[in-house]
C-alpha cells in the first residue's frame, strides 16, 4: 500500500499522541546458555539471591548466572568505565549512589516493565528498583541512658559528653547523622557550615568509626556508648553480642538507606535482568532477607509474620523514614567531605 504525505503526518501523529506505557522497546528473548551478570554484596546476600533468585531464573529460561562480589565502590567505579558497554546485567548500589548512576546515564531508570513495580513504594521507585529499606538511627548503650532517647536532639544531652563514637565521612550513616541532626535543629541542608557546628558542640568524641565492626567494638570494650549506626545490623548485634544496645526511634524520624538493584544502560540481558529484579521482589525473596538480616521489604504485599514485627520497617512505618535530597548531597560532596575531615574528625 503505497502512503501519501498526509497519510504517513497522521500517522505519525497518532504515534506520538499514543501513551508512554505503550510505546516499549522490543527486546530479544533469552537464549538458553545466556549469562546474566550481577554485582552484589558478598555474605548473607549473596546467599540468599542463590538460593531464592537464581534457580527461577535457571529453571524458567536455561540461562547462567556469574557474580561479581564485593563492596558499591569496585563495582560502581567499574560500571561507570564500562558505561554504554557494560559487562554487568544488574548492578546493586546504595541509596545515593544509584540516583546518581540513573542521572550520569550508567543505569535505567525503573519502570512497569517489571511487573512488581506496581508494588514498590513511592520511596523505592527512585533510582532503580529499591529491594531493602535498612534505616539509619541512633543506637545506644541503654544501661548508659539516664532516660530513653526520643529525639535527634537528644545526643546532646551532657550525659552522652566524650561517649559517642561518630561515624566517619559521608558514607550513608555519616551523612544519616548530619542530615538529621539538620532537620533536628531546624538548620537548612544547604547551610552545612551551620550544622558542622552544631555537632562539634559534641566534641570531644569517644572516636571515629568507620565500620560496624569497629563501633560493635567500641561498645563491648565500653570505649562509646552510643553512634549512628544501621538498625538491621545493630539488631543482629544487639541479639548476638549485647542485649543492652537499644535501637532509637526518634521522633523526627530515621534517616532511610536502601539497597537498589539497577540495570544497566546498554545490557544485551533486558529481559533476564528485569526477570531477575521482579523475583527480588517477590514476597518469599522479600520475608528472606528480613529474616535473616533484617531488611525491610520495600514492596506493600509482603505478609510480615509475628516474629518480625517490630524488628523490621512495615508498610504504616515507611512514610516516617526521611529522604534527604541527594541531587545537592552529591553535588557537594567533595567540599562537604573536606570540611568534615578539618573540623569534626580532625
Known sequence: ?????????????????????IIRPAYAQPKPGDELVVGIWGGAQEKIVKAFIEPKLVDKYGCKVSYVLGGTG??????????GRPSFDVLYLNIYESRQAVADGVTQ??????????HLYPLARKGGYGVAFNPCTIVYDKTAASKPITSWKDMWNPEWQGRIAWPDGLGAEGISALMMT??????????????VEKVKELKPFAGIQSSQAQLFDMLDQNIADLSVEFASFTRMYAESRN????????????????????I?????NQVLAEEWINLHLE???????????????TVDNVEIPPELQGKVITGGDVSSLVDFD??????????????FDREIAG
Open 74 to 83: 569496585d563495582r560502581r567505579a567499574r560500571a561507570y568505565a564500562e558505561r
Open 326 to 339: 541527594w541531587d545537592y548531597i552529591n553535588a557537594h560532596r567533595s567540599e562537604w567531605q573536606a570540611k
Open 264 to 268: 544497566t544502560e546498554g545490557t544485551k
Open 243 to 262: 542485649p543492652d544496645c537499644e535501637i532509637a526511634s526518634p521522633v523526627e524520624g530515621q534517616a532511610v538507606t536502601m539497597n537498589v538493584a539497577c
Open 109 to 118: 531508570a525503573p519502570t512497569e516493565r517489571v511487573p512488581n513495580f506496581e
Open 1 to 21: 500500500m503505497k502512503v501519501n504525505r498526509r497519510q504517513f503526518a497522521g500517522m505519525m501523529a497518532a504515534g506520538l499522541a499514543a501513551p508512554a506505557s
Open 182 to 195: 539538620a532537620k533536628a535543629w531546624d538548620i537548612p541542608m544547604e547551610d552545612f557550615d551551620a550544622i
Open 283 to 297: 514476597e518469599e525473596t522479600m520475608l528472606a532477607y528480613a529474616k535473616e538480616i533484617y531488611y525491610s521489604p
